[in-house]
């Protein structure tokens, strides 16, 4: 552990040794036997909702408290049961690797729906309101935020930056995390107001459609030329 985080300190190329074979572990055998079968299965299910107007706001207001009642009880539950087993075998690796981790991975599915659940029912009552058009924002520009995400936060934990890696407390961590969306909130509705599309979700569908779509909302165009 001291080794990693003396690792993480170090500069870029010194961290190579280490964020190659996890990077390499990750995207081959972690990949085929978690990671595809997970996120493939879980898109289906997304699809699924859409088509059922789970994900549209078009259930009843009754079956949308029914799933945010349902999903926090049930996903808190399970997920809580998942750390008092850990701390009980005290995260023996074996015991906490192979079966704690179950806790964690079908909770958050019930967690996830009682997300879903609360989400509706806020947008049914505020929809179009300062929160869900500043959510949206960043929904938009989703790719843009996790890119400029990894280079805020390697920038204050990485050894090339600030190398606070291992060094911040929980709550400190929280508060950085706060911070960090509260810029990427606050850019993301400024942004929008004079482009249509993040920076990476513009190239994105320039590479896809193979021509440059327009980038300037039609309103700041107009604005411009009065």
Aim: charged share 15%; aromatic share 16%; net charge positive.
């Amino acid at each position: 552990m001291l080794a990693e985080v003396e690792t993480y300190r170090s500069g870029w190329l010194a961290q190579l040794d280490h964020r190659v074979p996890t990077a390499f572990a990750q995207q081959t055998s972690g990949f085929i036997s978690i990671i595809f079968w997970r996120t493939s299965g879980l898109m289906l299910c997304g699809m699924a909702l859409f088509k059922w107007g789970i994900l549209t706001n078009e259930r009843s207001t009754t079956f949308y408290r029914r799933l945010l009642a349902g999903g926090l009880v049930g996903g808190l539950g399970v997920t809580l049961a998942g750390v008092w087993y850990t701390e009980t075998v005290d995260w023996a690796a074996r015991e906490a690797l192979f079966f704690g981790t179950q806790f964690n991975y079908w909770g958050s599915l019930l967690l996830a729906s009682g997300y879903v659940g609360g989400i509706m029912l806020f947008c049914r009552r505020f929809g179009g309101g300062l929160i869900t058009t500043a959510l949206s924002a960043v929904g938009r520009t989703a790719f843009s935020n996790y890119l400029l995400q990894t280079l805020i936060a390697t920038s204050i934990f990485y050894g090339y930056g600030l190398g606070l890696f291992g060094s911040v407390t929980r709550i400190e961590q929280a508060s950085i995390v706060v911070a960090i969306w509260t810029g990427q909130i606050a850019l993301s509705v400024l942004w929008l107001r004079y482009v249509r599309f993040g920076p990476a979700e513009w190239l994105w569908r320039a590479v896809t459609y193979g021509r440059r779509p327009p980038l300037r909302n039609d309103r700041s165009t107009d604005a411009a030329g009065d």
